[in-house]
């Protein structure tokens, strides 16, 4: 030790003696890096086998179908662990007393009858070996004759699979065996039985290396089935395959992923993991804690998700289903337009490939107002939905043919003048009946030899300010977007970039940012207006392979009786909208039904109002159930004895004796009623029923959103 108190470094306690110091050690090579220096390891292939290979057995609508395990239909009746094992033991006791009743005599020599009649004379002699062996056969026999009752009785195979080498085999991980070539999806046998082995090998090595991801397997898996149809050659696919590998058959915007994803996806089945059905009895056995996945196959359907505000319809609904639908179109399987405020938190505008911010003066593309159309027709049918559709009678047999009408009158003359149509003043010049605008009109259309647009023209400058002409409340409207916020938008005369739905024949990805505070009756009338467009545009696609969908963050405003009859028709055209209210308030009464009848996936969020949940219960019907009543009725001694007993019952229990009496009935109850969806949703919960395109559906589910 030093006379600080440290020790020497050159010795120890046990062996004071200092030792020789040795040459010096030179400083060894560092080992050469594998990558070079800011290049990212390369990845390991083996969590991209282990996901393609996990298992994804059918199921039904809904069930989360990554690594399920299917659950029976109905409960097993469970019996509770003491009264299992106490009647197990109480059995084993009775068999143990048979068996010594007869081992003893008690019971007589009846039971040795069989052994007499079937053995031989010869057998018989004492301390034969013959004898020894067929009589301890016979006694081994009974007893287990006796064993196997008592066993039944006692449900010893209960035990046995709830406590046994079963229950701990179904604990213990399985070690999954690799499939068969055959059946491996790594190995793609759908190409090579078609006879494309170098693109399957060429696949099959970048799975392993780590070089192909989930969206590349659904992009190639996507333009194989384009192969299998005819719209692409097997020569075409084999050549991108073989000189792209993992990225052939890329986006247009050569994109191969999402920057971020904040939900669990699986692009095999479709689905996106929004949750986990909760383990209550008020859900089917088959669902109880199994996750909740939606998919195409479901969304084609559409889905009204209905909640108060922090209910979570944006971040637990709105924001997985738009990223889902955006990995889909990453992979060429879908087109997405996600429609809500700016700021809302629909996902990065790096995941999009437009992005619309209307109002914003950086916004790169502007809104086609009448659609991409060139008929004048079906531009004022889409225009009029959009301004007045609202204002229509709300019963579900109404429109806006009136104001379709006011404006084909006015933009078949201009467009025949113009060759295009009028811009937001313009249009407002127009309908407001301003003399000079519509001078110019006629002015130009006198000696074309158009005189069914004359026509036109000279009706609705009869019309314009009688009674009930609706042209003034049109120009009303319109005034809403003729603002200073909206002066660079709704161009028409080409020196924009209008982004129109016609664009839903292509995997695109779309965000529409609606105008901020102080413009709210002009969100709500772009919120129609891309609704009409979308129910317009999807139905005379020529391509319905690739699933259309529109994502309405906050339809409020937006339920009308044309766009109820427009999302009942989506269906049949390979597409499906996400609507979300707040509550069922900010949709006419004369509509709710037909709303909720029109959308196959219906979702009531924790904080529902009662009168809101009235609607739910209404249309989620009722259902055959089994009520059980319990009646107890006190029992009355009659003599000495049973008085005696029953007062030592009273005084141990402090109950008086009773006797039990149960009656099971059937009866129809509502599935979820008003009060119980109100007040009894936990929060951050949901009840959704499901229903996907072939017909499928599910019950209510209460969900739990935040697994």
Sequence with gaps: MDSDG?????????????????PPRMPSTPPRPATAPGVPPRPDGSAFLNWLRAPRPEALPGVWRFGHRPRPEEEPELIPARQLISGAVIAFLVGWLIWSLL?????????LLPLYAMIPDSWAQPHSFGSVVVVYTYYVLIALVIMIGVGRLGRWGEIWRRYGPPAWNRTAPRAERPPVPEQDPVE????????????????????????????????????????????????????????????????????????????????????????????????????????????TDLLGTSLLAVGPAGSGKTASV???????????????????????????????????????????????????????????????????????????????????????????????????????????????????????????????????????????????????GHPGDVAAVLADRVALLDRPAFAG????????????????????????????????DASRMLARLVLAQFTASVAVREDRSLFACLVLDDATGVVTPEAVRGIQRLRSANAGAVLTLRTLDDVPR????????????????????????????????????????????????????????????????????????VTVRQVERERWSASELAHGVPPG????????????????LLVDLRD
Excluded at 103 to 111: E, F, Q, S, T, V
Aim: hydrophobic share 40%; net charge neutral; charged share 20%.
């Design 103 to 111: 081992w003893n005599g008690y019971l007589g020599g009846w039971w």
């Design 188 to 295: 793609w046998p759908q190409l090579r039985a078609a006879g494309a082995e170098d693109a399957a090998e060429r696949l099959a090595a970048e799975a392993r290396s780590g070089l192909m991801r989930d969206v590349d397997h659904a992009r190639i898996v996507r333009a194989w089935q384009g192969v299998r149809t005819g719209r692409h050659t097997l020569a075409a696919f084999t050549g991108a395959v073989l000189q792209d590998g993992a990225a052939a058959c890329l986006h247009p915007s050569g994109e191969r992923d999402l920057p971020a994803r904040l939900a669990r996806h699986d692009l095999v089945t479709g689905q996106v993991r929004l949750g986990t059905a909760a383990d209550d009895p008020r859900n089917p056995y088959a669902y109880r804690g199994a996750g909740l996945g939606l998919g």
């Design 318 to 464: 709105v924001q997985p289903l738009a990223e889902s639908l955006c990995l889909h179109a990453l992979a060429g399987r879908a087109a997405v337009v996600v429609v809500g405020a700016a700021g809302a938190g629909l996902g990065p505008a790096d995941s999009y490939d437009v992005v619309v911010r209307i109002g914003h003066p950086d916004s790169v593309y502007d809104l086609d107002l009448y659609g991409g159309s060139g008929d004048p027709d079906e531009a004022a049918a889409v225009l009029a939905e959009a301004l007045a559709g609202d204002l229509a009678d709300p019963h579900p047999g109404s429109d806006s043919r009136r104001s379709t009408t006011v404006l084909a009158q006015l933009l078949g003359p201009f467009r025949a003048v113009h060759g295009r149509f009028p811009s937001v003043p313009e249009l407002r010049q127009l309908l407001d009946g301003a003399p000079g605008p519509l001078d110019e009109l006629r002015t130009a259309l006198q000696g074309s030899g158009q005189d069914s647009l004359l026509r036109e023209l000279d009706a609705r400058q009869r019309q314009s």
């Design 590 to 661: 004369p509509l709710r039904g037909p709303l909720l009848g029109s959308a196959g996936c219906r979702m009531a969020l924790s904080g529902l109002t009662p009168w809101d949940g009235q609607d739910f219960a209404e249309v989620w019907g009722k259902e055959w159930t089994e009520a059980r009543d319990v009646t107890d009725r006190q029992i009355i001694a009659e003599t000495p004895a049973g008085k005696a007993v029953h007062m030592l019952r009273r005084v141990i229990t402090g109950k008086a004796p009773t006797a039990r009496a």
């Design 489 to 520: 938008f709704f161009d028409t005369s080409g020196q924009s970039k209008p982004f129109t739905l016609k664009a839903l024949d292509h995997p695109v990805r779309v965000r529409i940012d609606l105008p901020e505070r102080g413009h709210a």
């Design 685 to 700: 919960h949901a009840v959704l029923s499901l229903t996907n395109v072939k017909g499928e559906h599910a019950p209510p």
């Design 6 to 22: 440290t020790q020497d470094a050159r010795g120890t306690h046990a062996n004071p003696v200092p030792r020789p110091a040795g």
